[in-house]
């Protein structure tokens, strides 16, 4: 998955190498954002003046492979193209984030998303690729995850209304029995002057 770089200085070997995470695959309604996440190591520091990260759209089928977006001390998202506007930084190249959002996918955006990152002199290693699938409607297992969470989000209200309700009426039984007991010997209480 990555390729190393050897280096023979001042007698040391050194090994070098960028390293980049991607999520694989991700699926995205059509008309929504995408977030593509992108993260990198490297075995060199990172500058921000020298990092350049590339993003690169391959389709499924026919066409042109295309740049999607450049970062060079800044983000250039693309001028021209199936993605000009479409395209934002969502990245901290010194957190080793080189994520971007797609904006209101579209079918046509099915493909391959390439990521790679360079930081001299850092620049040999393997390329993230996201595998995007944009569909019609949410699959039915996020539509059940996204059920779960809030019958789950529903149930903890409930669960700590019925705590509160029952703690508040067990202080109210206490205090009754608390009154009960506090008038219960003076009832009792015999004048000593009548026999």
């Known amino acids: 998955m990555r390729r190393l770089e050897v280096h023979l200085r001042d007698g040391m070997l050194q090994v070098s190498g960028m390293r980049i995470y991607t ?8 008309g929504t954002d995408v977030r593509l996440k992108c ?3 490297s075995s060199s520091p990172i500058n921000i003046n020298l ?3 590339s993003w690169t759209f391959r389709p499924l089928g026919p066409g042109r492979e295309e740049s999607v977006f ?10 021209e193209g199936i993605f000009r506007k479409r395209i934002v930084w969502a990245g901290d190249v010194m957190g080793r984030d080189a ?3 797609i904006r209101e996918v579209k079918f046509t955006y099915n493909g391959t998303y390439i990521c790679q990152v360079k930081n001299p002199p850092d620049v040999h290693g393997s390329v993230g690729q996201i595998k995007l699938r944009v569909v019609k409607t949410a699959s039915f297992s996020e539509l059940l995850l996204l059920a779960l969470a809030i019958g789950g989000g529903i149930a903890v209200v409930v669960i700590l209304l019925i705590i509160i309700v029952s703690c508040r009426r067990c202080k109210k039984r206490r205090q009754m029995q608390m009154e009960g007991n506090e008038e219960a010997p003076r009832k009792e209480r015999k004048d000593p002057t009548v026999w």
Request: charge should be negative; avoid cysteine.
């Open 99 to 101: 994520s971007i959002i």
């Open 51 to 53: 990092v350049v990260i």
């Open 39 to 41: 993260t990198f190591q």
């Open 23 to 30: 999520s694989g695959e991700i699926e995205a309604v059509n």
């Open 70 to 79: 450049h970062f060079q001390q800044r983000p250039y998202p693309p001028i």
